[in-house]
């Protein structure tokens, strides 16, 4: 077998050592959440491959858990560190994989992480591996990376929307499905439903997804003459119930106190 020119072992050697950062793991986990989500979703026909599902949220903790600690550094004892840790996105969801981490299996939960994922790492492919790895690419591999820069560029948008709407006539309505047909605990909708009222308030795509999901609503279910006159009523109750929520004054200036 031939043997590696020296100077290209420690050229590789060099590369590899530059990788070994906190930004390097943040990729890891993010990789890991992708591919074991495309391993679970193949377990509908190979079973044993269920147990990638919590793999994938261990890869969600772990780049999640470095951005939350990259943005506010170890706890302190600090009422405005706590304030604005609280308020962060980041946390959020952080906290919402450990749930679902610990709750049954359900692809659709899984979904928005694996698509964040994605996009971070291939972000991270182009931004950092290619230029380490390939720092004279051949035209072929130019034309790779301006392919992979573009996809990144036009539909990492339209994925965040899609799970923004995922999010809002998705995820909360088959966790309530679950409950009622008892293969869910009650207390998953209550969760999500304190989520997504946080990304009410600190999200306009949410805003716009739920503005959108009432006037489909009230174009179909009101003034409906085939909808029974109680129904609409219960509709309406509902309807204002989650705007008068979604719209407390107290709880927005509580929000906009932890940004400031």
């Not at 793991?25 to 959440?33: M, Q």
């Not at 004279?136 to 992979?148: D, V």
């Amino acid at each position: 077998m031939s043997k590696m020119p020296e100077a290209q072992t420690q050229n590789n050697t060099s590369k590899i050592s530059s990788l070994m950062n906190i930004q390097y793991v943040w990729f890891l986990g993010h990789l890991t959440t992708v591919l074991c989500s495309v391993l679970y979703s193949l377990s509908i026909v190979y079973k044993p491959l269920n147990s990638f599902y919590k793999k994938a949220y261990m890869g969600v903790i772990i780049s999640y858990g470095i951005v939350v600690y990259k943005l506010f550094g170890a706890p302190k004892l600090n009422k405005m560190y706590w304030m604005r840790l609280t308020n962060d996105e980041n946390l959020q969801y952080l906290l919402l994989a450990i749930v679902w981490m610990t709750s049954p299996p359900l692809i659709i939960l899984l979904i928005p992480y694996a698509i964040f994922s994605l996009f971070h790492a291939l972000e991270y492919c182009i931004n950092v591996l290619f230029p380490l790895f390939v720092p004279n690419p051949s035209e072929s591999q130019k034309a790779l990376i301006g392919k992979i820069r573009n996809f990144v560029t036009v539909y990492q948008p339209i994925a965040v929307q899609f799970n923004a709407r995922l999010e809002v006539i998705g995820i909360l309505p088959i966790l309530i499905l679950l409950v009622i047909f008892r293969r869910a605990s009650f207390i998953q909708p209550v969760i999500f439903s304190q989520f997504l009222r946080f990304r009410y308030i600190t999200s306009p795509l949410v805003q716009r997804e739920f503005a959108q999901l009432r006037l489909t609503l009230d174009s179909r279910l009101l003034g409906n003459t085939k909808i029974p006159a109680g129904i609409q009523n219960v509709y309406v109750k509902i309807r204002d119930f989650i705007i008068k929520i979604g719209n407390d004054p107290n709880l927005a200036s509580q929000q906009q106190r932890k940004t400031n």
